[in-house]
Antibody, heavy 119, light 115 residues
């Protein structure tokens, strides 16, 4: 079955970087985009950006421009999201989602990765 | 003003219908947008429900019951998620989403309580 499995929880200090992985299985990795969305505790969903695993093309939300980098390793069907210069406000659950190209059909989603930023 | 506005909460009785609204900012015309809807239950990632642009342009997520449907209210400049025959398992947070200015934008979400 189609599945996205994300890496485990992380605790980082302010100013550090975090890299979250999202391993895809059950479909052709390069045939769908990957979007990243985060959710702070008790808050709503916030879109961070997208990546096309075939071309490597990316698009980032303006809020994260300069701080986020989305990459992939097609050999192991894995997408990555790296966020730098972390601050406490970045504490959230980070999700990856498979996306039909040129649509907003995010399906399925990974299980989520909790990133905690604390000194 | 937010791009998408959703009521923070809504309550309805089992068996009844619930209409969840997603109001677009006044300078954005709902008529031309695909509206996507997601359901999120506590402790779980969101799940895709459906997307709607018009009665002839819509998609239902795989396995999503037909009790869930989309529509628009042009006079209110809003997208609507209608859930009929409410069941206790429908209790969840619901988010709408659109593509606007090269960005995916989520509404703030509506917490639906079935009681």
């Amino acid at each position: 079955q189609v599945q996205l499995v994300q890496s485990g929880a992380e605790v980082k200090k302010p100013g550090a970087s975090v890299k979250v992985s999202c391993k895809a299985s059950g479909y052709t990795f390069t045939s769908y985009d990957i979007n990243w969305v985060r959710q702070a505790t008790g808050q709503g969903l916030e879109w961070m950006g997208w990546m096309n695993p075939n071309s490597g093309n990316t698009g980032y939300a303006q809020k994260f421009q300069g701080r986020v980098t989305m990459t992939r390793d097609t050999a192991i069907s894995t997408a990555y999201m790296e966020l730098s210069s972390l601050r406490s406000e970045d504490t959230a659950v980070y999700y990856c989602a498979r996306t039909i190209v040129n649509t907003g059909v995010f399906d399925p989603w990974g299980q989520g990765t909790l990133v905690t930023v604390s000194s | 003003q937010a791009v998408l506005t959703q009521p923070s909460s809504l309550s309805a009785s089992p068996g009844a219908s619930a209409s969840l609204t997603c109001t677009l900012r006044s300078d954005i015309n709902v008529a031309t947008y695909w509206i996507y809807w997601y359901q999120q239950k506590p402790g779980s990632p969101p799940q895709y429900l459906l997307n709607y642009r018009s009665d002839s342009d819509k998609q239902q997520g795989s396995g999503v019951p037909s009790r869930f449907s989309g529509s628009k209210d042009g006079s209110a400049n809003a997208g609507i998620l209608l859930i009929s025959g409410l069941q206790s398992e429908d209790e969840a947070d619901y988010y709408c989403m659109i593509w606007h200015s090269s960005t995916w934008v989520f509404g703030g979400g509506t917490k639906l309580t079935v009681l």
